[in-house]
């Protein structure tokens, strides 16, 4: 067949094939999970040649994976729809897949392929994955839990200085709360200098942080300096998730008795 003749060739003849039924094509290639084994890549052959070409795992992937780590959790979920698809990949009932042209069927197995691999080590990404979508999981916690205290994302308390931004403003009587989130030192200090210059031009505020990490993720002398500028501190998103609504019912029915 004329696009396995093409595929053999572009690998310099470093991979063979076995038909495993009509129109699917396993993929025999140096193309390797950590452990040795061979990575699992079908073909399938469309009957109708004006259809796209379909490249898959038929589910050996994540069948693989839930020997040793199972996708049981949103985050999980997240960080693995994540991988797949910033790779271009697509999954269906638990078949990994991409569709491609004939004369794209050789960087399209090499995409699939290293996908593939990214997920079989999922959980060696897992942290790395996670901590890129802090902010994005504060986010969608706020706009699904606190929307009752009408949080308003980047805002600008002083106008003239819009290169102070609060990650979020909660419209809450008499003081509104100001909250960031915060993952490194780097934001660490952003967040402390902020509050003090909202200090220094009298901006009425309350102040909270939530971290990703507050014991691993700053260094000594940042822990002190935003515990010294801030009011309020959830030591991670979860201690965030427990104790955010309470925080803030709290704050809100203290300033009603005011």
Known sequence: MEILETLKAEFNNHVSFRSKRPGIVQVLAPLFHEDGDMLDIFIDLPADPSKPIRISDHGLTLMRLSYSYELDTPTKQKVFTKIITENGVSEDRGRLYIE???????PALLQFAQTVAKVSNLQVFKREVVQNLFYEM??????STLLRFRPQPHYIPIPERDDLEVDWFFDVPARPIFLYGVRDNAKARLTALY?????????????AVVHEDFENGLSRKDQARITSAVDKQFTSLADFKTNGEPYFVRETQQAILQ
């Open 100 to 106: 491609t042209k004939p004369e794209g069927v050789y």
């Open 195 to 207: 509050c003090l210059e909202y200090q220094r031009n009298s901006v009425p505020f309350r102040s």
């Open 138 to 143: 504060l986010g969608d916690f706020i706009k």
